[in-house]
């Protein structure tokens, strides 16, 4: 079994809710919580790209080579 969490769009709040995942430290951490092969990252970038404190290009630069990061 696979596990894969996606970007939250959009990046700020609705209806009092926080965010689960909107930016880099989101990222990193989601990625620490546990080392298993089955942990995966999906970037998508209109989620990330919604964001306006976000540099989409980077994300994908840094993310795409971790290993938990999905390739389809």
């Known amino acids: 079994m696979k596990l894969a969490i996606h970007p ?8 009092n809710l926080p965010r689960i995942v909107k930016d880099e430290r989101d990222l990193k951490e989601v990625l ?3 080392n298993s ?3 995966f990252l999906t970037l998508c970038s ?20 971790h290993s938990s990061f999905t390739k389809y």
Do not use: E, Q, R, Y
Request: charged share 10%; proline share 6%.
């Open 8 to 15: 939250i769009d959009p990046h700020c709040s609705v209806f």
């Open 32 to 34: 620490s919580i546990s």
């Open 46 to 65: 209109g989620s990330l790209g919604a964001n306006p404190t976000n540099s989409t290009i980077k994300l994908v630069k840094d993310f795409s080579s």
């Open 37 to 39: 092969t089955s942990n």
